[in-house]
């Protein structure tokens, strides 16, 4: 049960794309389309942001999106605003019935 | 509106027991599969445990499977976490998390603050 890779870092300017990348295995990520992500501002509970690899619950902005490719999941952010800086973790189902997170992409609007 | 409030957290000694409780409201609590997702201080999310909604299947992080337990009293609309022979490295906010079946986590409480220290 090791965490997914993500980057530890992101950076881009207001209006910009960015995307973070979530690294995993057979057997987590590229295994199942049950890969969702979450962003977290410093002191707040994580919000939930894409489910089921690219699916936005309501009232999450169109201005966020995911992908997978193999055994890596993506998240993108177009049109960065400076409230999209906080912290962003991947999660997958695993083959053992277990979930598990990424560990975690600071984003940091310039 | 769904809401999830954790309690029960606080200072406990190495070896230790503590019980956190987690209270639903707002929605249907028995209809959910419901979480326990911790993070120790500075550092990243980690899954902890998951139950079903009738509490016939239970999983684990192996790092916790044998001391922790995780229930749920679907009449008293309550999620639970038992930790036993807690370690230092058991230090962390512990939140509640509703599942959205395999999906993902759609709503989550504010977090208690365990801390495992002499």
């Known amino acids: 049960q090791s965490a997914l890779t993500q980057p530890a870092s992101v950076s881009g300017s207001p209006g910009q794309s960015i995307t973070i990348s979530c690294t995993g295995t057979s057997s987590d990520v590229g295994g199942y389309n049950y890969v969702s992500w979450y962003q977290q501002h410093p002191g707040k509970a994580p919000k939930f942001m894409i489910y089921d690899v690219s699916k936005r619950p309501s009232g999450v902005s169109n201005r966020f999106s995911g992908s997978k490719s193999g055994n890596t999941a993506s998240l993108t952010i177009s049109g960065l605003q400076a409230e999209d800086e906080a912290d962003y973790y991947c999660?997958?189902?695993?083959?053992?019935?277990?979930?598990?997170f990424g560990t975690g992409t600071k984003v940091t609007v310039l | 509106e769904v809401q999830l409030v954790e309690s029960g957290g606080g200072l406990v000694q190495p070896g230790g027991s503590l019980r956190l409780s987690c209270a639903a409201s707002?929605?249907?609590?028995?209809?959910?599969?419901m979480t326990w997702v911790r993070q120790a201080p500075g550092k990243g999310l980690e899954w902890v445990a998951n139950i079903k909604q009738d509490g016939s299947e239970k999983y684990y992080v192996d790092s916790v499977r044998g001391r922790f337990t995780i229930s749920r009293d679907n009449a008293k609309n309550s999620l639970y976490l038992q930790m036993n022979s807690l370690r230092a490295e058991d230090t962390a906010v512990y939140y509640c998390a509703r599942a959205v079946a395999a999906a993902g986590l759609d709503y989550w409480g504010q977090g208690t603050l365990v801390t495992v220290s002499s």
């Open positions: 999660s997958s189902y695993t083959s053992s019935s277990t979930y598990v």
């Open positions: 707002g929605y249907t609590f028995s209809n959910n599969w």
